[in-house]
């Protein structure tokens, strides 16, 4: 007689637990794909909707067109120029930004070794806002205008860029004592930062002409309404490649939450790790500020969501962000867009729509925890 | 052989460690002891490398210990610190595997996961497995830092390579009495019969009587006396380091030592 088939029930469903127990574990391969299947669906949904909505049909037959395999459907001139111009161009900068704020996000909470270490709410993005505008007051004021439009391209995100990185730098060293990241230090900085980056854009827009003043809302709450293709160069430059040496990191991250000295005691060069990976974080959240504004909360709900489903170790919690938080940001891009058509919503406010509970209940959660132990 | 050469190290012109020279073996439980202040944890750090003297040297089998790339000394010993930091919401399994970080270049082999089970198991602790590490006790999470130091200091030694070590700051402060004995045991079984090298920090003089083969005793960032238990725990030394009244008794074949406090010494008097 089979041995497995005389045993009760309740033992065999506890031997298949024991085989693998863990949950999240168990889980991490169906997540991952799960992820790599919607993002594509959404882009393409992406593409269908907006003030002029399109048939899935027209819409793979202008992108097979662009691409150069032909096309089987009819569709006109400005449809073609609404999908490949307008709506392809910024579905793409949704996911790169998306992408960018979600694996950055998860990259600082690492270091900062605290799930709230959001870049928005400790001054990351504040950084970047004020090395943009900083590029753009000079820049403007050096040059002549015909020149500094293409110098702006890339100087812009390149201040914003050193911005980020010279506020990370600030925060890590003020809010650090005795090796352990003090979380009241970190958010007290963080509002000081903060105020400070508001007191920058306040002065832009008291220097501003009135045609800038319409676009000030950008700084503060994002946008993607300026993708193009020529937005896409810095923002592949500045963006995808750092994102593709995070994932190197991973195994250093995880060391790294154990507290720098046993990182160490692992054989993990701390300093020089903590350097990369904050100048690599920073860089990635000062350019997504350049390109489109601070967009609040990504950074936060995406990694907070990962781990809670699959776990925080970082070889699987990095890709698993990027595509996570890639997808929210194009979700909430769709809402923004179609909500209040033909007018659009800045994208901040549905970002900070689903950020602020989510940091709100980490908050307390922490407290609970800390006043146990 | 671990071994320090006159070094100090200074603090605000004060100096914390004055000179020390120490020289620990493989195959012992080496154990350093002495009042708070002392320069314990001090001497420690600077055989973990996480401070440099300021003047002397550290070797470890006779390099230099600042000349050892990090990645090969995360091979060649292990520390256990008296506090972990980490909050986040590992597994046990997952935060002693992270003990198997200086051994790999990829992922996990089902060779790291055997030596994983083998330390929890050597720890008591296999029954946790799966348990999120922020859920668990003082005493717990203590224990499960220890199940991921010793997987770290397994590897494929020949013969003739060096013995690895084992550096533990105060590893029974969060621990119960027979906790505390379990992993002192199992320090002093990890020298005896694999022949590590294991060197405790430890507050407790009896913990030290009962399990260590060789004291390093400081006093005020000296060595004020080092050899073996016996030898080096006398009553008068410890009445004098310690600014106690000290005997050191007997009993059934095992010394331990006992303290009259100020109080009832002047109780006495009277």
């Known amino acids: 007689m089979n041995i497995s088939q005389s045993l009760p029930r309740s033992m065999k469903a506890a031997a298949a637990r024991e085989a693998n127990p863990d949950p999240r574990a168990r889980r991490r391969p169906a997540f991952l794909i799960l992820l790599a299947v919607i993002l594509p669906t959404a882009g393409f949904l992406a593409l269908m909707t907006g003030p002029m909505d399109l048939s899935f049909a027209k819409v793979a037959g202008i992108l097979s067109n662009r691409i150069g395999i032909g096309s089987a459907s009819e569709f006109s001139m400005?449809?073609?120029?609404?999908?490949?111009?307008?709506?392809?161009?910024?579905?793409?900068?949704?996911?790169?930004?998306?992408?960018?704020?979600?694996?950055?996000?998860?990259?600082?909470?690492?270091?900062?070794?605290?799930?709230?270490?959001?870049?928005?709410?400790?001054?990351?993005?504040?950084?970047?806002?004020?090395?943009?505008?900083?590029?753009?007051?000079?820049?403007?004021?050096?040059?002549?205008?015909?020149?500094?439009?293409?110098?702006?391209?890339?100087?812009?995100?390149?201040?914003?860029?050193?911005?980020?990185?010279?506020?990370?730098?600030?925060?890590?060293?003020?809010?650090i004592s005795r090796g352990q990241v003090d979380l009241v230090s970190m958010l007290l900085v963080g509002i000081a930062i903060n105020s400070l980056g508001g007191a920058f854009i306040g002065l832009l827009t008291f220097m501003a002409?009135?045609?800038?003043?319409?676009?000030?809302?950008?700084?503060?709450?994002?946008?993607?309404?300026?993708?193009?293709?020529?937005?896409?160069?810095?923002?592949?430059?500045?963006?995808?490649?750092?994102?593709?040496?995070?994932?190197?990191?991973?195994?250093?991250?995880?060391?790294?939450?154990?507290?720098?000295?046993?990182?160490?005691?692992?054989?993990?060069?701390?300093?020089?790790?903590?350097?990369?990976?904050?100048?690599?974080?920073?860089?990635?959240?000062?350019?997504?500020?350049?390109?489109?504004?601070?967009?609040?909360?990504?950074?936060?709900?995406?990694?907070?969501?990962?781990?809670?489903?699959?776990?925080?170790?970082?070889?699987?919690?990095?890709?698993?962000?990027?595509?996570?938080?890639?997808?929210?940001?194009?979700?909430?891009?769709?809402?923004?867009?179609?909500?209040?058509?033909?007018?659009?919503?800045?994208?901040?406010?549905?970002?900070?729509?689903?950020?602020?509970?989510?940091?709100?209940?980490?908050?307390?959660?922490?407290?609970?925890?800390?006043?146990?132990? | 052989m671990f071994a320090t050469d006159h070094i100090s190290v200074f603090r605000?012109?004060?100096?914390?460690?004055?000179?020390?020279?120490?020289?620990?073996?493989?195959?012992?439980?080496?154990?350093?002891?002495?009042?708070?202040?002392?320069?314990?944890?001090?001497?420690?750090?600077?055989?973990?490398?996480?401070?440099?003297?300021?003047?002397?040297?550290?070797?470890?089998?006779?390099?230099?210990?600042?000349?050892?790339?990090?990645?090969?000394?995360?091979?060649?010993?292990?520390?256990?610190?008296?506090?972990?930091?980490?909050?986040?919401?590992?597994?046990?399994?997952?935060?002693?595997?992270?003990g198997r970080i200086p051994h790999l270049s990829g992922w996990e082999s089902d060779r790291d996961r055997d030596i994983c089970s083998q330390a929890l198991r050597s720890v008591e602790m296999d029954a946790f497995r799966h348990r999120r590490y922020p859920s668990l006790s003082g005493g717990e999470k203590q224990r499960v830092h220890l199940a991921r130091v010793l997987a770290q200091l397994e590897d494929q030694r020949e013969a003739a390579d060096p013995a690895p070590w084992l550096l533990l700051d105060e590893p029974t402060s969060a621990l119960d009495l027979r906790h505390q004995h379990s992993v002192l045991g199992q320090a002093r079984k990890l020298a005896k019969v694999r022949g590590f090298g294991v060197c405790a920090v430890l507050h407790d003089i009896n913990l030290a009587l009962h399990y260590a083969d060789h004291v390093v005793l400081m006093d005020q960032g000296r060595v004020a006396a080092q050899g073996t238990a016996s030898e080096t725990l006398t009553a008068e030394r410890i009445s004098e380091v310690y600014q106690v009244q000290a005997q050191v008794l007997c009993a059934s074949n095992c010394p331990f030592v006992q303290i009259q406090s100020h109080h009832e010494k002047h109780a006495l008097n009277v």
């Open chain 1, 78 to 175: 400005a449809e073609e120029v609404v999908v490949w111009n307008l709506r392809l161009t910024r579905v793409l900068l949704a996911l790169l930004v998306g992408a960018g704020l979600a694996m950055a996000g998860a990259c600082m909470q690492g270091v900062f070794r605290n799930p709230l270490a959001d870049p928005g709410i400790i001054g990351v993005s504040s950084g970047g806002a004020m090395g943009a505008i900083f590029m753009i007051v000079l820049g403007s004021r050096l040059m002549p205008e015909a020149a500094f439009e293409g110098f702006r391209l890339y100087a812009v995100p390149v201040a914003a860029m050193l911005g980020a990185v010279a506020i990370t730098w600030l925060i890590y060293r003020l809010s």
């Open chain 1, 209 to 373: 002409t009135d045609e800038e003043l319409r676009t000030m809302t950008f700084w503060g709450l994002g946008s993607l309404g300026r993708a193009n293709w020529e937005l896409l160069l810095p923002g592949l430059a500045f963006i995808l490649v750092p994102l593709f040496f995070l994932p190197r990191y991973a195994r250093s991250l995880n060391a790294l939450l154990l507290g720098e000295k046993d990182a160490a005691h692992l054989g993990i060069d701390v300093r020089r790790t903590k350097r990369h990976l904050i100048v690599l974080s920073a860089s990635i959240v000062g350019a997504t500020v350049a390109l489109c504004g601070a967009i609040g909360f990504i950074a936060l709900v995406a990694p907070h969501i990962v781990r809670t489903a699959i776990g925080p170790d970082h070889r699987f919690l990095l890709p698993a962000s990027g595509m996570l938080g890639a997808g929210l940001l194009l979700t909430a891009d769709i809402g923004a867009r179609t909500i209040v058509a033909p007018a659009e919503l800045p994208i901040g406010i549905l970002t900070a729509l689903i950020g602020t509970p989510v940091f709100l209940f980490l908050l307390l959660q922490r407290r609970r925890f800390q006043s146990i132990s």
């Open chain 2, 12 to 98: 605000g012109g004060k100096a914390i460690l004055d000179r020390v020279s120490i020289q620990l073996a493989p195959g012992e439980l080496s154990v350093i002891l002495g009042p708070n202040g002392a320069g314990k944890s001090t001497l420690l750090q600077a055989l973990t490398r996480t401070l440099t003297p300021d003047q002397g040297e550290v070797f470890l089998d006779g390099t230099p210990l600042r000349e050892l790339p990090i990645e090969e000394l995360a091979r060649r010993r292990a520390v256990l610190a008296q506090e972990s930091f980490l909050q986040f919401d590992f597994s046990v399994e997952e935060v002693v595997l992270l």
